[in-house]
């Protein structure tokens, strides 16, 4: 599983603090290996660990529903008063219907997750924070760095049995990855 983790700086009074974004890999992508999807984490305002930890709490969540798919597409808004909420879509492989679900995570549930997850790794999460906040970005770079953890369906099924699994594989992940042009 792929996360990207990104950090818009000139926000326009919006309450909002973050989006997460889940996107299944291209349907013609390496047809013999399992599907990955990609998370997209976009912070807004100050990136600081607090509100980071609640964003990957809330692609952390999504990824606990009952009927779970691994082709499915996700857009969540966070709020400091709402918790996240938003909807996924998937195509229902026997009709080709398409499918959705509202999907509405209370602030509770994302503290406790988010707690969790900086008790576990609150380094990384530190460390993320700091390289999106860091003044020495090229003028006119997206700051964005890549975290890439295994498949999702070992997530999602780690997920499902609680949120242990999931942290061994963020204290696992490879690192921070800086995306830039023209170096």
Same mark, same amino acid.
């Given at each position: 599983?792929? =996360?990207?983790?990104?950090? $818009?700086?000139?926000?326009?009074?919006? /309450? =909002?603090?973050?989006?997460?974004? /889940?996107?299944?890999? @291209?349907?013609?992508?390496?047809?013999?290996? *399992?599907?990955?999807?990609?998370?997209?984490?976009?912070?807004?305002?100050?990136?600081?660990? *607090?509100?980071?930890?609640?964003?990957?709490?809330?692609?952390? $969540? /999504?990824?606990?529903?009952?009927?779970?798919?691994?082709?499915? %597409?996700?857009?969540?808004?966070?709020?400091?008063?709402?918790?996240? =909420?938003?909807?996924?879509?998937?195509?229902?492989?026997?009709?080709?219907?398409?499918?959705?679900?509202?999907?509405? %995570? @209370?602030?509770?549930?994302?503290?406790?997750?988010?707690? $969790?997850?900086?008790?576990?790794?609150?380094?990384?999460?530190?460390?993320?924070?700091?390289?999106?906040?860091? @003044?020495?970005? @090229? $003028?006119?770079?997206?700051?964005? %760095?890549? %975290?890439?953890?295994?498949?999702?369906? *070992?997530?999602?099924?780690?997920?499902?049995?609680?949120?242990?699994?999931?942290?061994?594989?963020?204290?696992?992940?490879?690192?921070?990855?800086? *995306? /830039?042009?023209?170096?």
């Amino acid at each position: 599983m792929d =996360v990207l983790v990104m950090l $818009e700086e000139n926000v326009d009074q919006s /309450s =909002v603090l973050a989006h997460v974004s /889940s996107v299944p890999s @291209p349907l013609g992508a390496d047809r013999g290996a *399992e599907r990955h999807s990609r998370d997209v984490v976009t912070l807004y305002g100050v990136a600081d660990a *607090e509100s980071l930890a609640l964003a990957l709490a809330a692609a952390v $969540e /999504s990824h606990r529903a009952k009927d779970e798919q691994s082709d499915a %597409i996700r857009h969540l808004g966070v709020w400091a008063d709402r918790g996240a =909420v938003g909807d996924t879509a998937w195509r229902d492989l026997s009709t080709g219907q398409l499918m959705t679900r509202d999907v509405d %995570i @209370p602030m509770d549930t994302l503290r406790r997750t988010a707690g $969790e997850l900086l008790a576990e790794c609150g380094q990384m999460i530190r460390r993320l924070a700091a390289g999106l906040s860091m @003044p020495d970005w @090229p $003028e006119g770079a997206r700051r964005a %760095i890549n %975290i890439t953890l295994t498949p999702v369906a *070992e997530v999602t099924a780690a997920v499902r049995t609680g949120a242990d699994g999931f942290l061994d594989m963020l204290r696992e992940a490879d690192g921070l990855a800086y *995306e /830039s042009e023209g170096d």
